[in-house]
């Protein structure tokens, strides 16, 4: 049986990113996008009805921002993830887009690839970010989480699919350089996050390059 697909929803106010978006989500075929709306006002209007499983959210929109948008979405569905695509990689924005809600924060432009994992990733209560911006939320994590040393903690496999997540492979390139199944690097990608005290390949590569 066939996984059912997972309900995305897009909120960007430019016409052609929203197409371009859409586009994508197209393309791979476990994605269905449920709405695109250009503003947070018929956002909120429309989702809650929609209840997608993940929110594409752009951060400057006409009116009600989408920072704000995430605030409000965060209590009338709280089980719907939101990630965060923007231009804007200031520390401001960042945590205050984490605090009102969102689970992930990537920079435009954002490839298909990198999209579809980060979409992958978030469903399985990870949260995904651009590597630009990863060390910020690290340096928050290292200050209540206690410190790892990969060496001591991480297995030689593990270390080797860090080195490989730190160098730009994504987990499906990774399967095939090591010549095992994508299921089998998950596994591992998970024992890495919880040795590290992480929650997404970008904090995990991050804390590893700052040990």
């Known amino acids: 049986m066939s996984k059912p697909q997972v309900t995305i929803a897009i909120v960007e106010d430019s016409a052609a990113l929203r197409d371009n978006l859409e586009a994508m989500l197209r393309r791979e075929p476990t994605f269905r996008c449920v709405g695109a709306f250009p503003d947070a006002e018929q956002a909120l209007a429309a989702l809650p009805s929609l209840r997608p499983a993940v929110v594409l959210m752009d951060i400057k929109l006409p009116g009600i921002n989408?920072?704000?948008?995430?605030?409000?979405?965060?209590?009338?569905?709280?089980?719907?993830?939101?990630?965060?695509?923007?231009?804007?990689?200031?520390?401001?924005?960042?945590?205050?887009?984490?605090?009102?809600?969102?689970?992930?924060?990537?920079?435009?432009?954002?490839?298909?690839?990198?999209?579809?994992?980060?979409?992958?990733?978030?469903?399985?209560?990870?949260?995904?970010?651009?590597?630009?911006?990863?060390?910020?939320?690290?340096?928050?994590?290292?200050?209540?989480?206690?410190?790892?040393?990969?060496?001591?903690?991480?297995?030689?496999?593990?270390?080797?699919?860090?080195?490989?997540?730190?160098?730009?492979?994504?987990?499906?390139?990774?399967?095939?350089?090591?010549n095992i199944s994508y299921w089998t690097v998950q596994t591992h990608v998970g024992r890495i996050y919880k040795k590290l005290h992480v929650h997404s390949r970008a904090q995990a590569v991050a804390k590893f390059r700052s040990l």
């Open 66 to 178: 989408g920072v704000e948008c995430v605030r409000r979405l965060a209590g009338e569905l709280p089980e719907t993830q939101v990630i965060m695509l923007t231009v804007y990689d200031d520390s401001d924005s960042v945590f205050d887009s984490l605090a009102a809600g969102a689970s992930g924060y990537l920079l435009k432009p954002v490839k298909s690839a990198q999209l579809i994992e980060a979409i992958q990733e978030v469903r399985e209560g990870g949260a995904p970010m651009s590597m630009s911006i990863a060390r910020r939320v690290v340096q928050a994590f290292k200050k209540s989480a206690p410190a790892a040393d990969p060496e001591a903690n991480l297995w030689a496999r593990e270390v080797e699919i860090l080195e490989l997540l730190a160098k730009g492979f994504l987990k499906k390139e990774i399967a095939e350089k090591l």
